[in-house]
């Protein structure tokens, strides 16, 4: 089974940035829509952002709007996340994921096919 594959995740110091992309080129629909997901050590996996591949539509989680920007190359098939003013909070495994449909998402049941997952650490 086809899993779009991320990369990027690094250790980086509080206030830096970090961009995280998600190759999705072997997905076979025309159209479906690509979010990104974070575990923080001890807790839940949780919504960070989705971007609709056809329509352009971006959403966020609260607790990364105005920090993270979701991005799209339709040509090479990447999405990235751009990471801005990194906090110790959002220190976790990042993970891709694709949906069936074309519309962003936070919800995770709407993705089904989920990548293996790129650490990210920030800390001083």
């Known amino acids: 089974q086809w899993q779009p594959v991320e990369s990027g995740g690094d250790v980086v110091q509080p206030g830096e940035s970090l961009r995280l992309s998600c190759q999705v080129s072997?997905?076979?629909?025309?159209?479906?829509?690509v979010g990104w997901f974070r575990r923080a050590p001890g807790r839940e996996r949780e919504a960070v952002s989705s971007i609709s591949l056809t329509g352009e539509t971006r959403v966020y989680a609260d607790s990364v709007e105005g920090r993270f920007t979701i991005s799209s190359d339709k040509v090479k098939k990447m999405v990235y996340l751009q990471m801005d003013r990194l906090e110790p909070e959002d220190t976790g495994v990042y993970y891709c994921?694709?949906?069936?449909?074309?519309?962003?998402?936070?919800?995770?049941?709407?993705?089904?096919?989920w990548g293996q997952g790129t650490l990210v650490t920030v800390s001083a």
């Open positions: 072997g997905f076979t629909l025309d159209y479906y829509a």
């Open positions: 994921a694709v949906a069936p449909n074309p519309t962003a998402s936070l919800t995770e049941s709407d993705f089904d096919s």
